[in-house]
C-alpha cells in the first residue's frame, strides 16, 4: 500500500524509507528500514570490525581517515549537490558545511596520537616505588544518531573523533535526509577494504531507540531536547553513556562600541544561514540603547535583499521539516500579538514551504519566540540600557549552546559571562569550525563535547595503570606495615604538606 507523500515528509513503503525534496516533492532515495533485529546485527558486525580497526594502530587509522577526508575534499560538489535535493539546503551553504566537516576528519586523524596515546605520568613521593600510565581505551561500538539541519558537519563531528578513537560506528541518520547519511558510509566504504568499521541503519524513532538499546558503548546524540530525554531514558536502562547536544536559543550581545556594520553582516548570517534551521544560530540580538536602531535598520537592509526559493543561486531554501513551518508561524503570531512589531517579514512571511527573513522588535522576554527554539529564518532584537542587562537577558533561558558579543572594550569579559558553550567574539558560528575547540553546550542544550582534543576523549574510556617497579620506602599498601613505618609515613606526609 502507498502511504500519501508529502514533500520532504519520510513515508514508508513496503519496508523502505521514501526521502523527497522539500521544495518540490520529488523522490532523492529509498532506504531499507531496519528494524530492531537488523540494529541488532549491524552492532554485532561492527563489534567485529571494531578490533580490526583498533588494531590498525593510530598510525593505520590516520592513513584511512585522511584517505577518506581526500575523497569528500574532491567531491565536495556531489554531496552538496545531494544535500540540496534532499534538505533543500542552498548549494554555497552545503559546501561550507562539508568544508569544515572535511577539516574536522583532518584534526582527528592527524591529533588522536598526541591525544589518546599512553603517556606516563608523575607518581607521588609517597608512592614512589610505582610508575604509572594513563592510556585511552575505545568503547568498541559507538552509535550517532543524527540531525538533519546538518547532516554532513554535525554527524561527523562525532563519527570522524570516534573512528579516530579506534571504534567502529553505526549511524542513524535523520529520517529526513537518509540520502547524505548513506552516502557518507558508502564513500568510507571505499577506503576500508570492505570491513563495515562505518555502517548506517534507517528509519524512524523506533530504530533510534533499538541503537540505544543494542549493546553500542556510548551514544552520541543530536537533536532537540524532548528526543534527547527520550534517548537518555533509554541508555539509562542499561547505563550506556551518552553524548547529548539538544539545540540552543542562541544571543548575539551588541554593545555600543561595536562596529555595526560588521555585527550586521554577522547578524543577518548567522540568524539566516540555512533558513535559521541551526542550533548555533543567532535567534535573539541584544543590543545598547545607543547603537539599536541604527543597528535594526542595518539588518533589515542586509536581510531584506535576500533571495528565497529553491533555485541553486538562493540564499534561503525550503523549510527541510514540514512540521517546523507550525513553529515558526506559532512565534512570529505569539510574538505580534503581544506587541511585537515585524521590521522585515511576519506573519504572512511564512509561506509553506518557506519562510521569508523575519526580523522581530519590541517582543516581551516571556514570549515563545524569545524563550523557545524558533530553528527558522527569523530574529528578535532587543533593546538594553548596557551590556551588563544584555548578559541578564540572554543567560535568562533554558539552554547554553553558542552566543557571540560585538564590541570592542568590554567583548572578551560580556563572552566570559555568558552562559554557554562556546562564545564567537566580533564573529558568529566561527567555533565550528574549529576543529581545535570543543563543541557542546550546558542546560537545556545538552552535555558532553564534540570535536577537538575533548572531543576525542569524548569517545574513549580513560585507563589508569600503575606498576611496582622497587621496595616501598613507606609501606602504605600492606598490613605488614610496623609502628615505625607508619611514623616515617606521619613525618613524611607532614613534611610534604603540612607547610
Same mark, same amino acid.
Given at each position: 500500500?502507498t ?6 515528509v519520510p ?7 521514501i526521502?523527497?525534496?522539500?521544495a ?5 532515495g ?22 580490526w ?10 592513513q ?9 575534499a574532491n ?19 552545503a ?32 608512592l ?6 594513563l ?8 552509535g ?5 539541519n ?59 531507540a ?16 524532548? &528526543? ?11 547505563? &550506556?553513556p551518552?553524548?547529548?547536544?539538544a539545540?540552543?536559543?542562541d544571543a ?8 555595526l ?10 540568524a ?12 535573539r ?5 545607543s ?13 531584506g ?12 531554501g525550503?523549510i ?6 507550525d513553529?515558526?508561524r506559532?512565534?512570529?503570531d ?10 522585515l517579514?511576519?506573519p ?11 526580523i522581530?522588535v ?31 537577558r ?19 569579559e ?7 558553550g ?29 570535536h577537538g582534543?575533548d572531543?576525542?576523549r ?9 606498576r611496582?617497579?622497587?621496595p ?22 607532614k ?5
Amino acid at each position: 500500500m502507498t502511504a500519501t507523500r508529502v514533500p520532504g515528509v519520510p513515508v514508508i513503503e513496503d519496508g523502505e524509507l521514501i526521502s523527497t525534496n522539500p521544495a518540490t516533492g520529488a523522490p532523492v532515495g529509498s532506504f531499507p528500514v531496519a528494524a530492531a533485529e537488523d540494529v541488532t546485527r549491524a552492532v554485532q558486525r561492527a563489534a567485529e570490525a571494531a578490533g580490526w580497526w583498533a588494531g590498525l594502530g593510530f598510525a593505520g587509522r590516520r592513513q584511512r581517515l585522511l584517505r577518506w577526508r581526500a575523497l569528500l575534499a574532491n567531491r565536495i560538489t556531489e554531496i552538496a549537490d545531494l544535500s540540496h535535493r534532499e534538505g533543500g539546503k542552498p548549494i554555497a551553504d552545503a559546501i561550507v558545511e562539508t568544508a569544515s566537516a572535511v577539516e574536522h576528519i583532518d584534526w582527528a586523524a592527524r591529533h588522536a596520537r598526541r591525544v589518546l596515546g599512553r603517556r606516563r605520568v608523575r607518581s607521588p613521593l609517597v608512592l614512589a616505588e610505582f610508575s604509572a600510565h594513563l592510556e585511552y581505551q575505545p568503547y568498541g561500538v559507538v552509535g550517532v544518531i543524527g540531525p538533519w539541519n546538518y547532516p554532513v558537519l554535525t554527524p561527523l563531528g562525532s563519527i570522524a573523533y570516534a573512528l579516530a578513537a579506534g571504534n567502529a560506528v553505526v549511524f542513524k541518520p535523520s529520517e529526513y535526509t537518509p540520502a547524505v547519511g548513506q552516502w557518507l558510509v558508502d564513500t568510507f566504504a571505499e577506503v576500508v577494504d570492505g570491513r563495515p568499521v562505518l555502517q548506517a541503519v534507517h528509519g524512524l524513532g523506533e530504530t533510534g531507540a533499538a541503537l540505544c538499546r543494542s549493546g553500542v558503548g556510548k551514544v552520541a546524540f543530536t537533536g532537540s531536547p524532548a &528526543t534527547a530525554r527520550k534517548v537518555m531514558a533509554t541508555c539509562a536502562e542499561s547505563l &550506556t553513556p551518552v553524548l547529548l547536544e539538544a539545540g540552543g536559543k542562541d544571543a548575539m550581545i551588541v554593545d555600543g562600541d561595536a562596529d555595526l556594520d560588521a555585527a550586521a553582516d554577522a547578524c543577518v548570517w548567522g540568524a539566516l544561514t540555512n533558513a535559521g534551521q541551526t542550533c548555533i544560530g543567532i535567534e535573539r540580538a541584544y543590543v545598547v540603547e545607543s547603537v539599536h536602531d541604527e543597528f535594526v535598520a542595518k539588518v533589515v537592509q542586509r536581510a531584506g535583499r535576500l533571495t528565497v526559493g529553491a533555485g541553486e543561486g538562493a540564499d534561503i531554501g525550503p523549510i527541510t521539516m514540514p512540521s517546523q513551518l507550525d513553529v515558526i508561524r506559532r512565534h512570529i503570531d505569539d510574538a505580534v500579538a503581544r506587541g511585537g512589531r515585524a521590521v522585515l517579514g511576519g506573519p504572512e512571511a511564512v509561506a509553506p514551504p518557506y519562510v521569508r527573513p523575519t526580523i522581530l522588535v519590541d517582543v516581551p522576554e516571556d514570549a515563545a519566540a524569545v524563550r523557545e527554539e524558533t530553528f527558522g529564518p527569523t530574529l528578535t532584537i532587543s533593546r538594553v540600557a548596557d551590556a551588563d542587562e544584555a548578559v541578564a537577558r540572554a543567560n535568562a533561558v533554558a539552554y547554553g549552546l553558542g552566543g557571540s558579543v560585538f564590541g570592542r572594550r568590554r567583548a572578551v569579559e560580556i563572552a566570559g559571562r555568558m552562559r554557554s558553550g562556546m562564545t564567537a567574539i566580533n564573529s558568529v558560528l566561527t567555533f565550528a569550525g574549529m576543529s581545535a575547540l570543543p563543541f557542546g553546550g550546558t542546560g537545556e542544550s545538552g552535555f558532553g563535547r564534540i570535536h577537538g582534543a575533548d572531543g576525542l576523549r569524548e569517545f574513549a574510556r580513560a585507563k589508569a595503570v600503575t606498576r611496582r617497579r622497587g621496595p616501598s620506602l613507606l609501606p602504605t599498601t600492606t598490613f605488614d606495615r610496623t609502628p615505625a613505618q607508619v611514623a616515617r609515613i606521619v613525618k613524611a606526609v607532614k613534611i610534604i604538606y603540612g607547610r
